[in-house]
């Protein structure tokens, strides 16, 4: 039935939503580090088939919203763990209250200088219903810019979000050198609510910015452990780069 | 060139009553005095003053022995320094730029400026015969350094000149030793040791032919080896004058912030009404900005109340703007807690502080409602609402303590250069405030967590790599501060995180080490 149904969910889909939610336990970073996973996906994705006059290394901004309680359950951004790509390119709101985070999300989503909008929120406070996410859901598709929503602790109530997804972390991949060692995250996204795909679930991890995705039922095939980065990536700006061109 | 206004304050106060010198008021003998804790001193006195023995300095009940019938009239120093300003702005119209000289001198730079006034002979003609027509006493002299010109024109003949060629010693050596701009008790000292003229000191400052003269110049040395400031000390004074040492003057540039206010007919008590004007005084304002080249970083809104309150509001922008909604919106949320009372009669807004901004096409309000707003703005939108401390951008910092390895800056500053971090150290994605106890149940003191309890839930380790330690920084922390042994480990539901053993058991800095959690991977 499942090849059947068109419009299955697979990573690299041109067709990107500009608002999702993602709902993940505050105990562990998990639905932080899908939204980033998903986010560096769609900025790829875009930069492939975006316009050939854009810039090649895309130097725009995120911002990355968090309200209090947010940061006091689980923790706020650290510089240095941050994809290599994104770690000066971050922007970091503390908001006292889920209102004053609704608004710096509206506001972020206005601006068209941002690459996308990372939002953290806490539970389900009164002020984030149907009619903010709504108001999100409409600022983010005008202005063009993805809203990824990381909903802690919370449930899913009504909301416009175009695709909602329920994550929870799965076991590492298994590094090459150190078996005893955690590996590259994996994490366990089920995708409950989608305008346009069927729901399901998959195992998603991020390789070199682009997503990965196995079902969970599909055995782990044999030669795809992770050997890691054994040279660093030359980034834009090398010697080689240039001669290349 | 030094200029010298020898009378000022008596000067003004003669304009004031508007009579010529030695005529009318200026007739009697009359003293500027200032009230003083002993009484009434006197701080100027005029011609007929002076010739009947009144004296600057003195009280005035002495001066009354000697002249019963003298006038008196208040002193006022910050007028004049007031009027020594204006007069040092107009003095630039002999040189680029000019300093204050207080209380009554100013000095103007005339590098290469001389010849356009047809040579420093008739420069100082034309000085003099500018302020003779102002009817203010001046005396101007020129010379190669301020100290000099100075000197000369306090103490030298009328409109001395001393070129570059000659010898500056040599022409000022018969000057009174005051001519160094000296502190009074400095003058007191020289004179009771015999240093009555220049050539006095400049022969024991700088020669030793014998014996004497050398212990007379390492006597004068230690005298004023402690005296940083240079009115304390005349070696330092005489090196200026003769140029060996720098000497920075501090120029006056005429600074106007543009400024836009409107004065309303009827007071106004209601917020539709103030946003009305505030409009209308943003359009003001980037109008007057625009014709300056010119964009606001630093606005300040005055509400003149009519029961006689000020109300005062400031607003920062990240970068010089000239949008006159932009400036309406901000300003709009900070005027929700203004109290109108009887009403608002004046309103007024000044830009405190404007940056080049150069002149580009307007941007149309449709425009930005379709492109969005830009980075700038957006960052302003987000600082009034949430405070400024709210909006910032993480930044490398050099201290390899995980939580000081980052820091946090205004979002729009420029990142400070920085070292690049270890490519092998595997970083958690999000790090907790404060880390955050948990109990730890492990097999040796030394060895590898096994299960942990944390926030309540109990997680049993399946994966994990460490110790990597982390020494406390010595340089800055007590000694007593414990090292960490760091550990990265992910639990069998796939749950990563990056805890710490504080300390090792037997190190001498505690009992048995706690454990803290502090990060989580992604």
């Not at chain 1, 509206?106 to 990372?118: M, Q, S």
């Not at chain 2, 006493?137 to 000369?152: C, E, F, P, Q, Y």
């Not at chain 2, 300056?292 to 300040?300: F, K, P, S």
Request: proline share 7%.
């Amino acid at each position: 039935m499942s090849e059947a149904r068109e419009g299955r969910w697979q990573p690299g889909f041109a067709d990107q939503p500009l608002h999702s939610e993602i709902f993940a336990s505050a105990g562990d970073a998990g639905g932080a580090g899908l939204a980033l996973a998903l986010a560096r996906d769609a900025l790829c994705i875009a930069n492939e088939s975006g316009d050939p006059l854009a810039e090649k290394q895309d130097r725009r901004q995120v911002l990355w919203v968090q309200d209090r309680r947010a940061i006091q359950r689980s923790g706020r951004p650290y510089r240095h763990g941050l994809p290599s790509e994104l770690r000066d390119r971050i922007i970091h709101v503390e908001a006292k209250n889920p209102e004053d985070a609704l608004f710096a999300l509206e506001e972020g989503l206005k601006c068209r200088d941002f690459a996308c909008v990372i939002g953290e929120i806490s539970g389900n406070p009164r002020a984030l219903d149907f009619t903010s996410s709504r108001r999100l859901s409409l600022a983010a598709e005008k202005h063009g810019v993805a809203l990824w929503l990381v909903r802690l602790d919370a449930v899913p109530e009504l909301s416009s979000a175009r695709m909602r997804w329920r994550v929870e972390p799965a076991p590492s991949t298994s590094p090459r050198w150190n078996a005893a060692a955690p590996g590259d995250p994996q994490w366990k996204a089920e995708l409950f609510r989608a305008r346009s795909h069927a729901p399901g679930q998959w195992i998603l991890r991020n390789d070199t910015g682009r997503l990965q995705a196995r079902r969970p039922s599909d055995p782990v095939a044999a030669n795809t452990q992770d050997i890691g980065d054994l040279v660093r990536p030359t980034v834009g700006r090398s010697l080689a780069a240039v001669a290349r061109m | 060139m030094a200029i010298w206004f020898a009378r000022l304050s008596v000067d003004r106060w003669r304009l004031s009553q508007g009579c010529e010198a030695g005529e009318g008021v200026d007739a009697l003998p009359t003293a500027l005095i200032t009230e003083t804790a002993h009484g009434p001193r006197i701080e100027a006195v005029n011609d007929a003053g002076h010739s009947s023995g009144a004296q600057p300095g003195m009280m005035l009940a002495d001066a009354r022995t000697l002249c019963p019938d003298i006038q008196t009239a208040p002193a006022d120093p910050a007028g004049d320094l007031d009027t020594l300003e204006k007069l040092a702005l107009w003095s630039q119209r002999w040189g680029p730029w000019s300093a204050l000289d207080p209380p009554d001198g100013v000095l103007v730079d005339i590098t290469a400026a001389a010849h356009l006034f047809g040579g420093e002979t008739r420069m100082l003609a034309d000085v003099e015969a500018a302020f003779a027509k102002r009817r203010l006493s001046a005396r101007a002299a020129i010379a190669s350094t301020a100290g000099a010109a100075w000197a000369l024109a306090h103490f030298g003949p009328r409109q001395a000149i001393l070129g570059p060629g000659d010898n500056a010693l040599r022409c000022l050596t018969d000057l009174p030793i005051a001519a160094l701009r000296l502190d009074q008790d400095v003058l007191t000292v020289l004179r009771r040791l015999g240093l009555k003229r220049l050539g006095d000191l400049a022969a024991i400052a700088t020669g030793a032919i014998n014996r004497d003269e050398a212990a007379a110049r390492d006597a004068i040395h230690r005298r004023f080896r402690n005296r940083r400031s240079p009115s304390a000390n005349p070696l330092v004074r005489l090196d200026q004058l003769l140029g060996r040492v720098p000497e920075p003057l501090l120029p006056v540039i005429p600074h106007h912030a543009p400024m836009v206010q409107r004065r309303l007919m009827e007071p106004i008590r209601h917020r539709s009404l103030l946003d009305q004007v505030l409009a209308d005084l943003a359009d003001d304002m980037v109008r007057e900005l625009e014709g300056r080249g010119e964009g606001a970083r630093r606005l300040e809104l005055g509400l003149w109340r009519v029961d006689g309150e000020v109300m005062v509001r400031h607003l920062e922008l990240a970068s010089a703007t000239r949008e006159a909604a932009h400036i309406t919106r901000l300003f709009a949320d900070r005027l929700d807690d203004v109290d109108a009372g009887f009403g608002i009669e004046t309103v007024r807004l000044r830009a405190s502080w404007a940056e080049p901004l150069g002149v580009s096409q307007a941007d149309v309000e449709q425009a930005v409602e379709r492109h969005g707003t830009s980075l700038n703005a957006c960052i302003d939108r987000l600082t009034v609402r949430l405070g400024p401390d709210a909006v910032r951008r993480p930044v490398p910092y050099a201290s390899h303590l995980p939580e000081r390895a980052h820091s946090w800056q205004p979002a729009l500053a420029a990142e400070p250069s920085s070292q690049a971090m270890l490519e092998f150290h595997q970083r958690p994605l999000k790090m907790l405030d404060k880390p955050e106890g948990i109990a730890v149940l492990y097999a040796s003191p030394d060895g590898l967590p096994q299960r942990f309890r944390w926030r309540g839930n109990v997680h049993e380790v399946a994966r994990a790599e460490g110790p990597e330690r982390i020494a406390p920084e010595w340089w800055r922390e007590r000694s007593t501060v414990r090292l960490r042994d760091y550990y990265r480990i992910e639990d069998v539901m796939g749950r990563r995180y990056w805890i710490y053993r504080h300390g090792i058991a037997g190190d001498g800095r505690g009992g048995a080490p706690d454990w803290y959690l502090q990060g989580l991977y992604a």
